[in-house]
């Protein structure tokens, strides 16, 4: 895998999934209790959770753009030459969004 693939898609996947996320960091940090954050979670998901998948996404082009300019391989052909670096992107950034949506599914469902 592409190491600098592999980076971007984690952070992309974390950008897509903070709706859920930063509610229950809120709580494991001590400065929410769970039912706030079950309630805020709700709202950032459901109102606006678009809003950070969008923001992932726009993430992971802007950034595979950068990478590849930075190995010159900006062109319909580099970019094939280059497929583990978007393989590594796509998979990486889908990968941490299911795996955390699931992780923060499983404790609301356990706290209510």
Known sequence: MDRAGLRL???A???GIACCVSPVVL???GLASVSFAISLGNTLYYE???YFRGAALLLAVAGTLGVLRGRNACSLRGARAQWRLLL???AS???VY???YWLTSYLAQRAS
Do not use: D, R
């Open 9 to 11: 898609g984690i952070l």
């Open 27 to 29: 709580v494991l940090l």
């Open 48 to 50: 606006y959770g678009w």
């Open 88 to 90: 590594a992107v796509g």
């Open 93 to 95: 950034m889908v990968l």
């Open 98 to 100: 299911v795996a955390l």
């Open 13 to 15: 996947g974390l950008v």
